[in-house]
């Protein structure tokens, strides 16, 4: 069994930061890649950035240059720090574990970048 749990979000003006953390707790061996997701409103879950156990980072082209992803492997933990926050960063923010054979999703949390 796998468990993530994500925290760190909440309600910021546009301009601000903020960083969320996801640990995860379990059967977290061999795990492949860690990352983060977003969802607004009546919009479907997209990337925002992933991070693989050697340390390859990937971002969504609307978050370059303001979002950092960052791991520790020894923690199973992700972290990613949002600067430079925008009103259409708004949404729940969901961690990702993958491994090759499959992926957990966390519980999710929400950002709320105020205009």
């Known amino acids: 069994q796998v468990q993530l749990v994500e925290s760190g979000g909440g309600l910021v003006q546009a301009g601000g930061s903020l960083r969320l953390s996801c640990a995860g707790s379990?059967?977290?061996?061999?795990?492949?890649?860690m990352g983060w997701y977003r969802q607004a409103p009546e919009k479907q879950r997209e990337l925002v950035a992933t991070?693989?156990?050697?340390?390859?980072?990937n971002y969504a082209d609307s978050v370059k240059g303001r979002f950092t992803i960052s791991g520790d492997t020894a923690k199973n933990t992700v972290y990613l720090q949002m600067n430079s926050l925008k009103p259409e960063d708004t949404g729940v923010y969901y961690c990702?574990?993958?491994?090759?054979?499959?992926?957990?999703w966390g519980q999710g949390t929400q950002v709320t970048v105020s205009s």
């Open positions: 990702l574990a993958s491994w090759t054979w499959g992926d957990y």
């Open positions: 991070i693989t156990r050697g340390g390859s980072t």
């Open positions: 379990g059967h977290m061996f061999g795990v492949e890649a």
